[in-house]
Antibody, heavy 115, light 108 residues
Framework: EVQLVQSGPEVKKPGESLKISCKGFGYSFTTDWIGWVRQMPGKGLEWMGIIFPSDSDTRYSPSFQGQVTISVDKSINTAYLQWSSLKASDTAMYYC????????WGQGTLVTVSS | EIVLTQSPGTLSLSPGERATLSCRASQSVSGRYLTWHQQRPGQAPRLLIYGASSRAAGIPDRFSGSGSGTDFTLTISRLEPEDFAVYYCQQYGSSPYTFGQGTKLEIK
């Protein structure tokens, strides 16, 4: 069974760094793209970017380019979404997805940034 | 970047009725690479339709998708109580793989 399992909720202060994770199970992790989607409180879905684990080819939405870093450790079937300096406006639920078609979704990681 | 505009923003219908949701793209979506996702309150989204008209595994046949180019439609033939949710279209033909803003389907 295909599953994407994300890391747990995070509470951080503005200016802090953060790395959340998404681990794939039940399929060939290295040969399927992994994407990230943001959902701010009460709002819609926003596509952030996508990475191909085999060669780390990464595409970003212009809205998120330079704001986050997407990476992968294919030895442990895990993708990451990383911030170097969080802002209050980064408060949101973050989902990982499989393939550009987003046929599977992780359960979401709630990130709260507050002073 | 392809902008997807969904209409209506909110659709109020009763169980048993037919729902028609629209997704219009600012430029042609290549290869009919368009999906529909359903998100129930408090849950992660799930894939309903890919390739504009193919149902994902386990999706009931009351859900159907159609369209090409810039105009796409999701139809739910007879609404069940569990279908009242928010629906998003997404194009994956050209990066960035953008989402529409969503249509909320609510019980009348």
């Amino acid at each position: 069974e295909v599953q994407l399992v994300q890391s747990g909720p995070e509470v951080k202060k503005p200016g802090e760094s953060l790395k959340i994770s998404c681990k794939g199970f039940g399929y060939s992790f290295t040969t399927d793209w992994i994407g990230w989607v943001r959902q701010m409180p009460g709002k819609g879905l926003e596509w952030m970017g996508i990475i191909f684990p085999s060669d780390s080819d990464t595409r970003y939405s212009p809205s998120f380019q330079g704001q986050v870093t997407i990476s992968v450790d294919k030895s442990i079937n895990t993708a990451y979404l990383q911030w170097s300096s969080l802002k209050a406006s980064d408060t949101a639920m973050y989902y990982c997805t499989r393939r550009p078609v987003a046929d599977y979704w992780g359960q979401g990681t709630l990130v709260t940034v507050s002073s | 970047e392809i902008v997807l505009t969904q209409s209506p923003g909110t659709l109020s219908l009763s169980p048993g009725e037919r729902a028609t949701l629209s997704c219009r793209a600012s430029q042609s979506v290549s290869g009919r690479y368009l999906t529909w996702h359903q998100q129930r309150p408090g849950q992660a989204p799930r894939l309903l339709i890919y390739g504009a008209s193919s149902r994902a595994a386990g999706i009931p046949d009351r859900f159907s998708g159609s369209g090409s180019g810039t105009d796409f439609t999701l139809t739910i033939s007879r609404l069940e109580p569990e279908d009242f949710a928010v629906y998003y279209c997404q194009q994956y033909g050209s990066s960035p793989y953008t989402f529409g803003q969503g249509t909320k389907l609510e019980i009348k």
